[in-house]
C-alpha cells in the first residue's frame, strides 16, 4: 500500500503526465468541461449538500465562529451561484496559443510567441469550499493541470467537489489527472508539496496572512501570493469634497475584511478641517474607528460619538480587515507619496483631486499593483477589472501584477520557422 | 567609518531612492547617459585599458588559463565595440511608459496598464568586463537602477569601468545612485546582497554553472536564471539530408561553449543510415566527440577517425559545452518528444524535417523557452531576436522566456482613472 506521500507524489506525477496533453486542448473541449461541471453542480447538488452539511456540523460542534460558519456553508443558491460563475469563465476568450509578436527576420527565420500554459498549478487554501470550483475552472480553462488542497474544515465539501469536477471532465475528454485533490489533511503532506519543483510550475495561497507567508517561505517553486493590501486614499487639496467621502466610506465600509478596503486615510492640510469632520460623521454611522494623528485628532476631538484612537507608529503600514481605520493629515501631495513609499505594500492606492497634475504626479510615481484617480480602491478585483473570475492577487512585481486571471497562468514560448538557417 | 556590509546598504538604499526618480526619467534622457556611455569608453580609453592591464598581469601571474585571459582582455577595439553596442541600446525602442489594454468599463472607470521598470536590479556576474557595461545599459534603458557585483579576476577593470558609467550618466541628468557597484570582492558580500529582498526586486546572475546554482539557492528574491541549456535536435525520418547536417554542424560547432549549442543529437532510424555518416564526417573535421548509443554506433564503427564512445546514462540530458555531443536513435517521433520531455532542461530544442505535421506537432508538443523548426538553436539570443542586447535567458516559466531584453526587465501597473466611482 502507498503511504499517503507516496500517494501525492503520483497525483504529481499524474497531474504532469495530464498537463503535457491539456497544454494543446482546443478550447472547445476545455468549455466542454466546464459545462459539464456546471450542469453537475445543480444535478448532483444533494451529495454535495449533504458532503457539506458534515462539514458544517463538525465546524458547529467544534465552536467555529459565525462568521467561519457561514464562509464554509453552502445552499441550492450558494451552488447555483457557483454553477453560473464556472459557465462566465467558460466564456472568456481562450488565450492559450495565441501567437504575437510573429515576424520575419532578415535571414528568413519566422519567429515570435505562443501563449501557453504554465502547466502545473497547486493551490492551498482555506475556508470556502467555492475555491475548490473556481480555482479548478480557472486552472482548466488556461490549460493547466492543477493540485488541489483545501482546508480540513471543509474537507467532506472539498472532497466531493473535487469529485465531481474529475469526472465531468474526463467526460468531455480532458485528460484523466488533471484535477487533483489532496484528501488527506494532514499537514506533512504540504511541505511535500512544497518541494515538488519538478511536478509543480506555480503555487497559489488563498487564504489569511499566515497561510500566504508560510507558503511563500516554505515553497522551492515560484509563488503568487498577495492578499495583503495596505491600502492608502489620500485626499488632496483640491479634492472634490463630496466625491472623497463617499470614496472613503465606499473604500473603507462596504466590505472591510478583503485585502482592498482602505487602511489608512491621508489628508492635506488645506481640506482637513472641511473634509474630516464630513467623513467621520459618516463612518461613525456605519461604527469605524479612526486611529488618528495628533492633527486629525485635533480637528475631530470637538465631534461627539466619533470613536476616535490616537494613532501609534504601529497603524501606519497595517492592513485592518475590520471597521478600523487609520488617518494622518499631511502638508503636502509629496508628504503622502513619501508616506505610501513608506508604509503601502504595492496592493491598491487612491488620490482624490480636481487638480490634474496632482492626478498625473501620483498615477506616475505610486508604485503598486493598482493606482486610482478618483474611484475606490475596492475596484481591484478580476472581475471588476473584466478578466472573469480571479485566482488571487498579486503585489509581486514579476509576471503578473494586481487580479490573476486566466490569461495570467499562462507563459509563453519562442517558436521558430525557420528553413535551413545556420548562424553565421 | 562604515563597515562593507554597511556600505553594501547604504550603495542599496541610494540605488532604492534613485529608482523612484529612475521609473518615469524621459526617454531622452536615458538616452543621452546612453550616449555619454558610448563617448567616455573611447575618451577615456587610457584609463580603462590601464586597469584592465592589472587584472590582466594579475590573472598571467596567478596562471589563468588563455581562454579565460582572452575573456577578461579589453583593446581597444573591443572597447569600440562596447562602445557601439551602448549606442544600439540607446538607439532601441524604449518600452516604459507604454500604456496598453486601456478600456472604458461600463461604470465609466477607465483602467488599463502601464508599462514601468521592476525598481532594482542586482547583477552578479563572472569574468568578461564588457558585462558591466552591457547590463548597466539594458538597465538604465529600462529604466531600472542597478547593483553591480563583477568577479574577483576583474575587479580593476569592472571598478574603473563602473566609475565611467556613474560619472557619464549624471552628466545626463540621471539621478544620482543609479548605478551602483560593489568594489570588495569579499563572498560575504554576495550573501548579504542576496537577502536585501526590501531593496532588490529581481538578481541576474551571469555566468557559469556554480555561480547560477549559488545565486538560485541564496537569493530571497526572484531570480531570472538560465544559462544552462540541454539542447536537442531532433532528425526526422523525412529531413532534408543536407540542411539537417549543415544545421546540426552549425548548433555543435559554430560556438560549442555556450548554452545554446547542441548537446544531444536524435535521429529517426529509418534516416539514420544514409544521415549519421555524413554529419559524423562533418563533425570529425571539427573535432567533435560523439557519445553514441548502440544503433547510433552500428552504423558509425566502420567508419575511420571518427572519436566514437559509448553512451552511458549520464550523456542524455548532459549539457557539454565543449565538442562532444550525444547520438542517439529513436523509433519515432513520439519517442524523441518523450526523450525530450524527459532530458531537456527548457532552453532550446529543434526538429528537422520536411514534413508539416511534425512541425506542427514539435513546435505544440515542446515545452522549451525556444522551439525550432528546421534552424539552429544557436539563433536563441537577444540580438538574433531582434530585442537588442540580452542580459540573459530565462529558462524559467513566469515572467519571461528565453532571451531577456529591455522589456523583459520592466513590470507593469494597472492605472484607473475615475470620477467618484464606488464599488455596488
Given at each position: 500500500?502507498?503511504?499517503?506521500v ?59 465562529s ?42 528568413g ?7 501557453v500554459?504554465?502547466?502545473v ?21 488556461s ?5 488541489l ?26 485528460p ?21 519543483n519538478?511536478?509543480?510550475n506555480?503555487?497559489?495561497p488563498?487564504?489569511?496572512?499566515g ?11 515560484p509563488?503568487?501570493?498577495?492578499g ?13 469634497v463630496?466625491k ?18 482602505l ?14 469632520p464630513l467623513?467621520a460623521?459618516?463612518w ?24 476616535l ?13 475590520s ?7 499631511v ?10 513609499e ?6 491598491s ?31 481591484t478585483?478580476?472581475g471588476?477589472f ?10 509581486q ?5 494586481g487580479?490573476l486571471g ?19
Amino acid at each position: 500500500m502507498k503511504s499517503p506521500v507516496e500517494e501525492l507524489e503520483a497525483k504529481g506525477k499524474a497531474a504532469k503526465a495530464a498537463s503535457r496533453r491539456l497544454a494543446y486542448l482546443s478550447a472547445e473541449v476545455k468549455n466542454k468541461a466546464l459545462h459539464n461541471i456546471s450542469d453537475d453542480l445543480l444535478a448532483k447538488k444533494g451529495e454535495i449538500l449533504a458532503a457539506n452539511q458534515i462539514d458544517y456540523l463538525e465546524g458547529e460542534a467544534s465552536g467555529m465562529s459565525a462568521a467561519m460558519l457561514d464562509r464554509l456553508m453552502l445552499s441550492e443558491s450558494r451552488l447555483g451561484a457557483i454553477a453560473q460563475d464556472v459557465l462566465a469563465v467558460a466564456a472568456l476568450p481562450d488565450p492559450v496559443g495565441d501567437i504575437f509578436d510573429m515576424r520575419t527576420l532578415p535571414n528568413g527565420l519566422q519567429v515570435g510567441k505562443k501563449l501557453v500554459p504554465l502547466g502545473v498549478i497547486g493551490a492551498i487554501y482555506e475556508s470556502r469550499p467555492n475555491v475548490t470550483i473556481g480555482i479548478a475552472a480557472l486552472c482548466l480553462k488556461s490549460g493547466n493541470a492543477v493540485i488541489l488542497r483545501g482546508g480540513k474544515e471543509a474537507i467532506h465539501s472539498n472532497s466531493a467537489l473535487a469529485k465531481l469536477v474529475q469526472e465531468a471532465v474526463i467526460g468531455a475528454g480532458v485528460p484523466d489527472g488533471a484535477v487533483q485533490f489532496i484528501d488527506n489533511t494532514d499537514r506533512a503532506l504540504v511541505d511535500r508539496l512544497l518541494e515538488m519543483n519538478d511536478i509543480i510550475n506555480l503555487v497559489i495561497p488563498r487564504g489569511g496572512a499566515g497561510l500566504i507567508r508560510f507558503v511563500s517561505e516554505r515553497a522551492t517553486m515560484p509563488v503568487v501570493s498577495g492578499g495583503i493590501g495596505v491600502c492608502h486614499t489620500y485626499i488632496d487639496q483640491s479634492a472634490d469634497v463630496a466625491k472623497a467621502v463617499a470614496i472613503a466610506f465606499n473604500a473603507k465600509v462596504q466590505r472591510p475584511t478583503v485585502c482592498n478596503a482602505l487602511d489608512s486615510l491621508l489628508i492635506h492640510a488645506d481640506i482637513a478641517e472641511r473634509y474630516l469632520p464630513l467623513v467621520a460623521a459618516e463612518w461613525a454611522k456605519a461604527g469605524v474607528e479612526m486611529h488618528c494623528d495628533k492633527r486629525a485628532l485635533a480637528i475631530l476631538k470637538s465631534q461627539p460619538s466619533l470613536k476616535l484612537v490616537p494613532a501609534t507608529d504601529e497603524d501606519w503600514g497595517k492592513e485592518f480587515l475590520s471597521l478600523v481605520a487609520a488617518v494622518k493629515v499631511v502638508a503636502s501631495l509629496d508628504e503622502a507619496l513619501e508616506h505610501i513609499e513608506r508604509y503601502g505594500s504595492g496592493h491598491s492606492e487612491a488620490i482624490i483631486t480636481e487638480e490634474y497634475q496632482a492626478v498625473m504626479r501620483f498615477l506616475n510615481e505610486v508604485d503598486a499593483a493598482c493606482v486610482y484617480a478618483n474611484a475606490s480602491t475596492r475596484f481591484t478585483d478580476g472581475g471588476q477589472f473584466g478578466l472573469g473570475d480571479e485566482v488571487g492577487i498579486s503585489t509581486q512585481k514579476l509576471h503578473a501584477r494586481g487580479p490573476l486571471g486566466v490569461k495570467e497562468l499562462t507563459t509563453y514560448k519562442w517558436i521558430i520557422f525557420g528553413s535551413g538557417q545556420v548562424r553565421p
